[in-house]
């Protein structure tokens, strides 16, 4: 708060993911709402961090996300949210923890010395057996 209107982006885009867990684990929302209330922070998340890579030319969000390691399917799943249909609820959480554990990879852990990305191989393992799960059928 003491930044006002200038709140570095990751804790901005942290802050609006933290509000959707806490509002999902309320049970005040229904689905519907829910899915809404991900989807923007989700859109928003991923537009505002690759919009600081953007150049004069536009380049595709896929590749700019690529560059700072967001995962294609998240950037797929922004898409749907913004131009198609909506996605499952599960696939928005989803897509949440693994923004919030890549805010934590990429700010969180430097602003606090490292000490938050010590993760041991099994949690590692399932990270990326969960996301090429995500990435074969996510949108059937």
Known sequence: SRYGPKMPLAVD????????KVLDSSGRLKSHELILSYGL????????????KQ?????????????VDIPTWVVDL???LTHGKLPRLALCRKGCDVVLDWLR???????????????SEDEEQEEV???AELDSDAWE
């Open 13 to 20: 885009c942290t802050a609006e993911l933290i509000r959707c």
């Open 41 to 52: 922070a989700l859109v928003r998340f991923v537009n505002l961090i690759t919009e600081r």
């Open 55 to 67: 150049k004069m030319v536009s380049i595709p969000l896929r590749q700019l996300a690529r560059e």
């Open 78 to 80: 922004r898409h749907e």
């Open 105 to 119: 990879k990429t700010y969180w852990s430097r602003q606090l010395g490292n000490n938050l990305c010590e993760e």
């Open 129 to 131: 057996e969960g996301n």
